[in-house]
């Protein structure tokens, strides 16, 4: 175990909001259950992974204003939006509608790259030839420069409304929303554009794999690439994801189905996949002594300082709360966690 103590200054918890394709109510209200208890529990933060033509969260902000209205000092957030799906305008009118509603508790995760599903969606979605589209992170920078509160046009701009006459600007305004934006990460190209476009930076347990096999070396490098190349004004933050689940307050039943999960995802882990390489961090599945080894050894949590525990697809929603109840009670306390009230685990009892 290594000898200098781990400290992680802020922890999160990322849910994918699945839910019955016949009972969408149900998982979606388990969802929010799942922010207040969170919440209640004391984590930093709650995020909501948005999805398309699936049973989960189609659309994160209309989410996210449901929980903000059910939860008052939790940060919630997107993890992450695909921008390739959305207008920058009016995602940035929705946003910021979400941010003020939420009191300034918002994090917004984006992603660059055209919608995965264009070909199916053809004219459900697209106007014209698909190919004309930039998707690129310049669209993501489009949003950002939307949520930047300048006004349009020049000084002598106005328009004339029903609310009178009026400078236009993206309304309502969200002061500080634009510094809370971040990007889903994973290759240097990635991490480099974040850095200097003054967003902060997602990582999770996928890489492309880029001059090395070593998955925790590839994401090590991508960190360093970043912080070199942040140019905003205000600090830079990581958040680091692991998919993490404890045993200790689950049945055998249910531990059962969670090593059988563990185990279907295994062999992706053993070398990069496919032509773009891509690397998979192994899950941490075991009792919390396990875990805690586990993430003391892992040398990228060292260079952050939030943690987000990444929620497995497909549980049930009393699943969700044994992890999260599990994790803060009996993993936070030992990580340098300033909210940790729980009885801390003996250490010195931990296997070598």
């Known amino acids: 175990m290594p000898a200098t103590p781990l400290t992680i200054s802020r922890i999160g918890f990322l849910t994918p909001g699945n839910y019955r394709d016949d009972a969408p109510l149900v998982g979606l209200e388990d969802t929010l259950q799942l922010f207040?208890?969170?919440?209640?529990?004391?984590?930093?933060?709650?995020?909501?992974?948005?999805?398309?033509?699936e049973p989960g969260v189609s659309s994160a902000s209309v989410f996210l204003a449901a929980a903000s209205q059910r939860t008052r000092r939790i940060e919630i957030g997107s993890a992450v939006i695909q921008i390739g799906y959305e207008n920058p305008f009016r995602l940035a009118e929705d946003l910021s509608l979400?941010?003020?509603?939420?009191?300034?508790?918002?994090?917004?995760?984006?992603?660059?790259?055209?919608?995965?599903?264009?070909?199916?969606?053809?004219?459900?979605?697209?106007?014209?030839?698909?190919?004309?589209?930039?998707?690129s992170h310049q669209r993501v920078a489009r949003l950002a420069a939307n949520l930047d509160g300048g006004y349009l046009g020049d000084d002598e701009t106005f328009i004339t409304s029903a609310a009178g006459r009026l400078r236009p600007r993206i309304q309502p305004h969200a002061p500080g929303l634009r510094e809370r934006l971040w990007y889903g990460g994973g290759s240097l190209r990635s991490a480099r554009w974040a850095g200097e476009n003054g967003f902060h930076l997602l990582v999770g347990n996928i890489n492309i794999g880029e001059e090395t096999d070593n998955f925790f070396e590839a994401q090590l490098r991508q960190l360093a690439l970043y912080r070199s190349s942040w140019q905003a004004r205000h600090q830079p933050r990581i958040a680091v994801g692991r998919v993490i689940v404890p045993l200790d307050g689950a049945d055998a039943k249910t531990r059962s189905r969670y090593h059988g999960y563990a185990a279907s995802r295994h062999e992706r882990t053993l070398k990069p996949q496919g032509e773009r390489r891509t690397q998979f961090a192994p899950d941490l599945i075991g009792t919390s002594e396990e875990i805690l080894i586990a993430l003391l050894q892992d040398p990228v949590l060292r260079e952050v300082d939030e943690l987000r525990l990444e929620l497995p697809y497909n549980f049930e929603a009393e699943d969700?709360?044994?992890?999260?109840?599990d994790f803060i009670h009996l993993i936070a306390p030992n990580l340098g966690w300033p909210g940790a009230r729980a009885n801390k685990p003996d250490l010195a009892r931990l296997p070598a």
Do not use: C, K, M
Not at 36 to 45: A, H, M, N, T, V
Not at 320 to 325: K, N
């Open 320 to 325: 969700y709360e044994q992890i999260i109840d």
């Open 98 to 135: 979400v941010d003020v509603l939420s009191r300034g508790r918002l994090n917004v995760g984006l992603s660059a790259g055209p919608p995965s599903h264009a070909e199916l969606l053809g004219q459900r979605f697209l106007d014209g030839d698909r190919t004309d589209s930039d998707y």
């Open 36 to 53: 207040e208890f969170g919440e209640r529990l004391g984590f930093d933060s709650a995020w909501v992974r948005q999805r398309h033509l």
